[in-house]
C-alpha cells in the first residue's frame, strides 16, 4: 500500500499532484434533485445516475433475479463469487417476517469469462439473514444472525450447491441484540488471524476448525471489514455515525482512537440527492435535503488492486447507503499514526441520484478492480428505528419504500486507462509450488488468497522456496507474504527470523517484530536481544510495533527494551498514548476485580455479565468507558453515562428509559441518535447491562443492582406507554407507574 510517511504539511502540498489525475482536478459535484422519484430503476438506469470523477465507469457485474438483497460477497480461490442475501431484511417497516430462515447464499460464475455473471446456484438456502462468508480452500464459512456458531459448507459433487455442513466453532448462546449490532464481517488478515467486525473474539484455521483468541477489548465496527497491504485492520461504526475506528493498532493490543484521526471535512458527505429518509429527519439533513454527515458508514475498504489509477492503491473508500455514496479517503501516515483525509473537496467518489441506491460493501476483486454490492432496497434501516408514528416510519408510508424489494445489483469500476484482468483464477486445482508465484502478484486479492491456500493445504514442501522468497524477492510485498505464509505452517525459524529483523524495508522489519511474538512469549534470548537494536530503527512504525509486541512481556530484557522505547521516542503520540492506556486498561481490570469481590456470587454474575454485553452493544455511542466517543469533527453521539444521575437514581425510570428509548435533549444538549426502545431484549439482558453501568468501577458508579425481577416488574406496567423513544419530561410517567404499583417502592 502506498502510505506517505511525511508531515502535514508536505502532504497537503503533494495532494493535488499524487492523489489526483489532469482529469480529476476539476471533479465537481452535480447537485441533481431535491425530491427524488421512488421508483425502482432497472440496471442500466440507475448507472445513468451514478456520479464518477473522469475516466471511471460503472459495469454491471450481476442484478435481480440472479441476487436479491445482496450485503456481501466473497470469491474463493477458483474466483467463484459466494454472494450473501438478506432476502427476508425490512419487507415492509414492521419487519414483517424478518426472522424467518428463507435468506441464501448464492454463487455466481463467470463461465465465458466476459466479466459479467452468467452462472447461478443457490450454495446455501434456508438461512436466516446470514451475515458473512469466508471461503477457505473448499469451504465456506458462514455466520447468520442470532446464532454465534461458525459453520462449515462444501460442496462435493460439484453441482454448486453445498451438501455438507458441520459447526466448527460452536457457542450455543443466542446473540440478542438488534440484527444491525450483530457481527458483519470475517476477514483472513495477513497475520492469518479471521478477524470479525465485532466483538472480543479472533479465529485461526487449523485442520479443519477454528482456534478461538480472546481479545483485550471488545471491537465495536459493524458492517464490513477491511485492511492494507501490511495488515493494518479499518473498521467503521455505523451506529454513532464514525465513518473510520480502531485504525490505529491491532485488536490484539486493545482498542485504540483518536479525536483527530480523521480530518473534519472526512465526515462530511456530499449527496447528488435528497436524503429525505434519514433517520435524524430534518435535523441531519441540508437546506437541499441532503445528508450532512455519515449515519450509517459500512461495508469499507482499502483499494489493493491493480487495474485502476495507482493512486488509488491504499486509500480508504467507506459507503454511505443512506446518503447513496461512497467516500475516498487519503490514508496519510504521520509518524505512525493513521489520518485519513478526504479525497477531494465537497464531492464524493461516487454519488448516486437513485433513490434506490443502498451501497453496503466495496472490495477488491480478482481482476484488479473496485465491487460495489448495492443491495438497491426501499427501507435500509432497521424496525426498531421505524415504528408508524416516527419520522422515518412516516417517510416509508409516504414514498412507498416498502414495495422497493427483491432488488439488488453488483457493480465494478473500471477506468478508461486500465483493463480488467481476465486471468481466471485456479488456485484450488493448482499444487502449492505454483501458488509461490502470486505471493509478489501485484494485486494484494492474489496475494492473499494465494497465502490462504498454502497454508489451508498445510503443504509444508514449500518451505525452501518461502525462504527463497524472503532471502531473494526483490518484491517487498512477497517478502512480507512469504515471511506470514510460513508463520501460518509453523515453520518460521529463528534463523530466517532474524535476517528478516534486518531487512532494507521498515514494512517488512516491522511484519517481523510482529511475527517474533511467538518467540518473545517463549521468552527467547536471542531473538528478545536482536530486538533491541531496533529501539533507534529509522521508521516509527518498526519502533511502535516493537514497543506493542514487548510490552505484556514479563521478560526483565523485554521490560527494559519497552522502557528504553518509551524514554526515547517520548513525542510520539501513538506510543505514549497507547501504553497509556495499556496501563490504565491493567488498573481498571484490578480495581474491576476488587469491586467484584465485594458483591455478592449472584450480583457479580450480573454484573459481569452486564460488562460484556455493554461493550459489545452501548460502548458503540455511550463509549467503553462511559465517557461518551469523540472522534473526529463528529458530535457525540450520546451522552455520557459517568456520573449520571439517570443512571445512579431512580430505578423505574431508568429501566423504562430502556424499554421505551429515548429522544430529544439530555440535560439542555441535542445528541445526533436516538436511542431506540430495547423492549425486545430480554429482562436479563436488560437488568444484566443496567447492573453493570450501576456498579462499574470505570464509570466510577457505585448504586445497587437491577434485578431480572425488577425489569419484569417495571415492564408489566410500562408495556401500554407510548412506544418509539420518550423524551426525558415524558419519562416523570415513572411516577404513574408507582401510582399503579404502590407496592412497588415498599417492597424495594
Same mark, same amino acid.
Given at each position: 500500500?502506498?502510505?506517505?510517511?511525511?508531515?502535514?504539511?508536505?502532504?497537503?502540498?503533494?495532494?493535488?499532484?499524487?492523489?489526483?489525475?489532469?482529469?480529476?482536478?476539476?471533479?465537481?459535484?452535480?447537485?441533481?434533485?431535491?425530491?427524488?422519484?421512488?421508483?425502482?430503476?432497472?440496471? *442500466?438506469?440507475?448507472?445513468?445516475?451514478?456520479?464518477?470523477?473522469?475516466?471511471?465507469?460503472?459495469?454491471?457485474?450481476?442484478?435481480?433475479?440472479?441476487?436479491?438483497?445482496?450485503?456481501?460477497?466473497?470469491?474463493?480461490?477458483?474466483?467463484?463469487?459466494?454472494?450473501?442475501?438478506?432476502?427476508?431484511?425490512?419487507?415492509?417497516?414492521?419487519?414483517?417476517?424478518?426472522?424467518?430462515?428463507?435468506?441464501?447464499?448464492?454463487?455466481?460464475?463467470?463461465?465465458?469469462?466476459?466479466?459479467?455473471?452468467?452462472?447461478?446456484? #443457490?450454495?446455501?438456502?434456508?438461512?436466516?439473514?446470514?451475515?458473512?462468508?469466508?471461503?477457505?480452500?473448499?469451504?465456506?464459512?458462514?455466520?447468520?444472525?442470532?446464532?454465534?456458531?461458525?459453520?462449515?459448507?462444501?460442496?462435493?459433487?460439484?453441482?454448486?450447491?453445498?451438501?455438507?455442513?458441520?459447526?466448527?466453532? *460452536?457457542?450455543?448462546?443466542?446473540?440478542?441484540?438488534?440484527?444491525?449490532?450483530?457481527?458483519?464481517?470475517?476477514?483472513?488478515?495477513?497475520?492469518?488471524?479471521?478477524?470479525?467486525?465485532?466483538?472480543?473474539?479472533?479465529?485461526?484455521?487449523?485442520?479443519?476448525?477454528?482456534?478461538?483468541?480472546?481479545?483485550?477489548?471488545?471491537?465495536?465496527?459493524?458492517?464490513?471489514?477491511?485492511?492494507?497491504?501490511?495488515?493494518?485492520?479499518?473498521?467503521?461504526?455505523?451506529?454513532?455515525?464514525?465513518?473510520?475506528?480502531?485504525?490505529?493498532?491491532?485488536?490484539?493490543?486493545?482498542?485504540?482512537?483518536?479525536?483527530?484521526?480523521?480530518?473534519?471535512?472526512?465526515?462530511?458527505?456530499?449527496?447528488?440527492?435528497?436524503?429525505?429518509?434519514?433517520?435524524?429527519?430534518?435535523?441531519?439533513?441540508? *437546506?437541499?435535503?441532503?445528508?450532512?454527515?455519515?449515519?450509517?458508514?459500512?461495508?469499507?475498504?482499502?483499494?489493493?488492486?491493480?487495474?485502476?489509477?495507482?493512486?488509488?492503491?491504499?486509500?480508504?473508500?467507506?459507503?454511505?447507503?443512506?446518503?447513496?455514496?461512497?467516500?475516498?479517503?487519503?490514508?496519510?501516515?504521520?509518524?505512525?499514526?493513521?489520518?485519513?483525509?478526504?479525497?477531494?473537496?465537497?464531492?464524493?467518489?461516487?454519488?448516486?441520484?437513485?433513490?434506490?441506491?443502498?451501497?453496503?460493501?466495496?472490495?477488491?476483486?480478482?481482476?484488479?478492480?473496485?465491487?460495489?454490492?448495492?443491495?438497491?432496497?426501499?427501507?435500509?434501516?432497521?424496525?426498531?428505528?421505524?415504528?408508524?408514528?416516527?419520522?422515518?416510519?412516516?417517510?416509508?408510508?409516504?414514498?412507498?419504500?416498502?414495495?422497493?424489494?427483491?432488488?439488488?445489483?453488483?457493480?465494478?469500476?473500471?477506468?478508461?486507462?486500465?483493463?480488467?484482468?481476465?486471468?481466471?483464477?485456479?488456485?484450488?486445482?493448482?499444487?502449492?509450488?505454483?501458488?509461490?508465484?502470486?505471493?509478489?502478484?501485484?494485486?494484494?486479492?492474489?496475494?492473499?488468497?494465494?497465502?490462504?491456500?498454502?497454508?489451508?493445504?498445510?503443504?509444508?514442501?514449500?518451505?525452501?522456496?518461502?525462504?527463497?522468497?524472503?532471502?531473494?524477492?526483490?518484491?517487498?510485498?512477497?517478502?512480507?507474504?512469504?515471511?506470514?505464509?510460513?508463520?501460518?505452517?509453523?515453520?518460521?525459524?529463528?534463523?530466517?527470523?532474524?535476517?528478516?529483523?534486518?531487512?532494507?524495508?521498515?514494512?517488512?522489519?516491522?511484519?517481523?517484530?510482529?511475527?517474533?511474538?511467538?518467540?518473545?512469549?517463549?521468552?527467547?534470548?536471542? #531473538?528478545?536481544?536482536?530486538?533491541?537494536?531496533?529501539?533507534?530503527?529509522?521508521?516509527?512504525?518498526?519502533?511502535?510495533?516493537?514497543?506493542?509486541?514487548?510490552?505484556?512481556?514479563?521478560?526483565?530484557?523485554?521490560?527494559?527494551?519497552?522502557?528504553?522505547?518509551?524514554?526515547?521516542?517520548?513525542?510520539?503520540?501513538?506510543?505514549?498514548?497507547?501504553?497509556?492506556?495499556?496501563?490504565?486498561?491493567?488498573?481498571?481490570?484490578?480495581?474491576?476485580?476488587?469491586?467484584?469481590?465485594?458483591?455478592?456470587? !449472584?450480583?457479580?454474575?450480573?454484573?459481569?455479565?452486564?460488562?460484556?454485553?455493554?461493550?459489545?452493544?452501548?460502548?458503540?455511542?455511550?463509549?467503553?468507558?462511559?465517557?461518551?466517543?469523540?472522534?473526529?469533527?463528529?458530535?457525540?453521539? !450520546?451522552?455520557?453515562?459517568?456520573?449520571? !444521575?439517570?443512571?445512579?437514581?431512580?430505578?423505574?425510570?431508568?429501566?423504562?428509559?430502556?424499554?421505551?428509548?429515548?429522544?430529544?435533549?439530555?440535560?439542555?444538549?441535542?445528541?445526533?441518535?436516538?436511542?431506540?426502545?430495547?423492549?425486545?431484549?430480554?429482562?436479563?439482558?436488560?437488568?444484566?447491562?443496567?447492573?453493570?453501568?450501576?456498579?462499574?468501577?470505570?464509570?466510577?458508579?457505585?448504586?445497587?443492582?437491577?434485578?431480572?425481577?425488577?425489569?419484569?416488574?417495571?415492564?408489566?406496567?410500562?408495556?401500554?406507554?407510548?412506544?418509539?423513544?420518550?423524551?426525558?419530561?415524558?419519562? *416523570?410517567?415513572?411516577?404513574?407507574?408507582?401510582?399503579?404499583?404502590?407496592?412497588?417502592?415498599?417492597?424495594?
Amino acid at each position: 500500500m502506498h502510505i506517505r510517511v511525511v508531515a502535514v504539511l508536505v502532504c497537503i502540498l503533494l495532494f493535488s499532484c499524487e492523489n489526483r489525475s489532469t482529469d480529476e482536478s476539476s471533479y465537481q459535484r452535480k447537485f441533481i434533485t431535491t425530491n427524488p422519484d421512488p421508483a425502482p430503476l432497472s440496471p *442500466e438506469e440507475s448507472i445513468k445516475k451514478i456520479q464518477l470523477p473522469p475516466g471511471y465507469r460503472v459495469e454491471l457485474v450481476a442484478s435481480e433475479p440472479m441476487v436479491q438483497e445482496p450485503v456481501a460477497l466473497a470469491w474463493d480461490g477458483n474466483g467463484r463469487m459466494y454472494v450473501v442475501q438478506m432476502n427476508t431484511y425490512m419487507k415492509d417497516a414492521n419487519a414483517t417476517e424478518e426472522y424467518e430462515p428463507t435468506s441464501r447464499i448464492m454463487r455466481l460464475e463467470d463461465s465465458d469469462n466476459d466479466g459479467l455473471m452468467d452462472k447461478v446456484s #443457490v450454495f446455501i438456502d434456508s438461512l436466516v439473514l446470514p451475515r458473512t462468508v469466508l471461503p477457505v480452500g473448499d469451504e465456506v464459512l458462514v455466520t447468520v444472525t442470532n446464532a454465534q456458531h461458525v459453520w462449515s459448507y462444501k460442496d462435493t459433487d460439484g453441482d454448486g450447491k453445498a451438501d455438507q455442513k458441520k459447526i466448527i466453532y *460452536e457457542n450455543n448462546t443466542i446473540d440478542s441484540r438488534n440484527l444491525e449490532h450483530q457481527n458483519g464481517a470475517f476477514y483472513w488478515n495477513l497475520d492469518n488471524w479471521i478477524y470479525p467486525s465485532r466483538d472480543n473474539l479472533r479465529y485461526k484455521f487449523k485442520n479443519g476448525t477454528l482456534l478461538v483468541d480472546t481479545l483485550v477489548d471488545n471491537m465495536i465496527g459493524q458492517w464490513g471489514l477491511t485492511s492494507d497491504n501490511y495488515g493494518k485492520l479499518f473498521y467503521s461504526e455505523a451506529g454513532p455515525g464514525l465513518p473510520a475506528v480502531q485504525i490505529q493498532q491491532m485488536p490484539a493490543y486493545g482498542a485504540l482512537n483518536f479525536k483527530d484521526q480523521y480530518a473534519e471535512d472526512f465526515t462530511i458527505l456530499w449527496p447528488v440527492i435528497g436524503n429525505v429518509d434519514a433517520q435524524g429527519g430534518p435535523r441531519a439533513l441540508r *437546506e437541499d435535503s441532503t445528508l450532512v454527515r455519515f449515519t450509517s458508514g459500512t461495508g469499507q475498504s482499502i483499494f489493493r488492486g491493480d487495474r485502476l489509477p495507482t493512486n488509488m492503491i491504499g486509500d480508504y473508500f467507506i459507503p454511505e447507503p443512506v446518503g447513496r455514496v461512497i467516500k475516498r479517503g487519503n490514508v496519510i501516515n504521520q509518524n505512525g499514526k493513521i489520518r485519513i483525509e478526504s479525497a477531494y473537496k465537497e464531492v464524493d467518489w461516487l454519488a448516486s441520484a437513485d433513490m434506490n441506491f443502498r451501497p453496503v460493501n466495496t472490495y477488491t476483486g480478482p481482476d484488479g478492480c473496485f465491487y460495489i454490492v448495492d443491495m438497491y432496497h426501499g427501507i435500509i434501516q432497521e424496525g426498531e428505528w421505524t415504528p408508524p408514528e416516527s419520522y422515518l416510519g412516516k417517510k416509508i408510508v409516504e414514498l412507498g419504500l416498502d414495495k422497493n424489494k427483491n432488488m439488488g445489483r453488483i457493480y465494478r469500476i473500471v477506468h478508461k486507462d486500465f483493463k480488467p484482468d481476465r486471468t481466471k483464477p485456479n488456485m484450488l486445482n493448482q499444487p502449492v509450488s505454483e501458488l509461490i508465484q502470486y505471493l509478489s502478484h501485484p494485486n494484494g486479492w492474489w496475494r492473499d488468497m494465494a497465502q490462504q491456500t498454502i497454508i489451508v493445504r498445510n503443504d509444508k514442501s514449500v518451505v525452501p522456496q518461502l525462504k527463497e522468497i524472503i532471502n531473494q524477492s526483490t518484491s517487498h510485498l512477497a517478502r512480507i507474504h512469504a515471511l506470514w505464509t510460513l508463520e501460518g505452517l509453523d515453520a518460521l525459524d529463528k534463523e530466517i527470523l532474524l535476517n528478516v529483523l534486518a531487512d532494507t524495508n521498515a514494512h517488512v522489519r516491522k511484519s517481523a517484530v510482529w511475527a517474533s511474538e511467538l518467540f518473545i512469549q517463549q521468552q527467547d534470548a536471542d #531473538v528478545i536481544s536482536r530486538l533491541g537494536n531496533l529501539t533507534t530503527d529509522s521508521s516509527a512504525d518498526v519502533r511502535i510495533q516493537l514497543m506493542l509486541s514487548l510490552r505484556s512481556s514479563n521478560n526483565v530484557k523485554a521490560q527494559q527494551i519497552t522502557t528504553q522505547l518509551l524514554t526515547s521516542d517520548s513525542t510520539n503520540e501513538l506510543m505514549q498514548f497507547s501504553y497509556k492506556m495499556f496501563e490504565e486498561a491493567k488498573v481498571r481490570a484490578e480495581t474491576e476485580l476488587a469491586r467484584l469481590k465485594n458483591l455478592s456470587p !449472584a450480583d457479580r454474575a450480573l454484573v459481569s455479565k452486564g460488562a460484556v454485553r455493554y461493550k459489545q452493544l452501548c460502548a458503540n455511542c455511550h463509549g467503553a468507558d462511559g465517557k461518551g466517543i469523540l472522534i473526529g469533527s463528529n458530535p457525540m453521539p !450520546a451522552p455520557p453515562l459517568i456520573g449520571s !444521575a439517570r443512571v445512579t437514581g431512580d430505578k423505574i425510570a431508568l429501566i423504562q428509559l430502556m424499554l421505551m428509548g429515548l429522544q430529544g435533549p439530555v440535560d439542555g444538549k441535542e445528541y445526533p441518535n436516538t436511542m431506540p426502545p430495547m423492549n425486545s431484549s430480554s429482562d436479563d439482558y436488560l437488568a444484566s447491562v443496567l447492573s453493570y453501568i450501576r456498579n462499574s468501577s470505570d464509570f466510577g458508579n457505585k448504586s445497587s443492582v437491577i434485578t431480572e425481577e425488577e425489569v419484569k416488574e417495571v415492564r408489566s406496567f410500562t408495556k401500554h406507554m407510548p412506544p418509539g423513544g420518550t423524551t426525558l419530561r415524558s419519562l *416523570e410517567i415513572g411516577k404513574l407507574g408507582r401510582a399503579e404499583n404502590k407496592n412497588w417502592d415498599k417492597k424495594k
